[in-house]
């Protein structure tokens, strides 16, 4: 069993940056492909980011290249999301998921979840 908890949400404006943390217990976070989620009220939960087990691989998705960019410690069992020049359409929960994985895959079903963490971008 693998317990994820998302931190470094907040308040922000358009323009500014996050970064969200994401920390792994119970297993260690090197044995899993991880993702970054987001989900509003009325949108259905969205494939932002994922990083392979070593973290040479990476995968996002277009809306959010060149502004987000996700990697991880695996001495520390964290995964970070690093968001750079937001924008008010990043508002979001954001959840943090861990998939068990040999290969580095595009698959967007992951076996745990965190709770998520707060965005919110004010324009």
């Known amino acids: 069993q693998v317990q994820l908890v998302e931190s470094g949400g907040g308040l922000v404006q358009a323009g500014d940056s996050l970064r969200l943390s994401c920390h792994g217990s119970?297993?260690?976070?090197?044995?899993?492909?991880m993702g970054w989620f987001r989900q509003t009220s009325w949108k259905e939960r969205e494939f932002v980011a994922s990083?392979?087990?070593?973290?040479?691989?990476?995968s996002s998705t277009d809306n959010v290249k060149g502004r987000f960019f996700i990697s991880r410690d695996n001495a520390k069992n964290t995964v970070y999301l690093q968001m750079n020049n937001l924008k008010p359409e990043d508002t979001a929960v954001y959840f943090c998921?861990?998939?068990?994985?040999?290969?580095?895959?595009?698959?967007?079903?992951?076996?745990?979840w965190g709770r998520g963490t707060q965005v919110t971008v004010s324009s």
């Open positions: 119970g297993r260690t976070l090197s044995d899993y492909q």
């Open positions: 998921a861990a998939k068990y994985s040999p290969l580095f895959t595009t698959d967007r079903e992951y076996d745990y």
């Open positions: 990083i392979s087990r070593a973290g040479s691989m990476t």
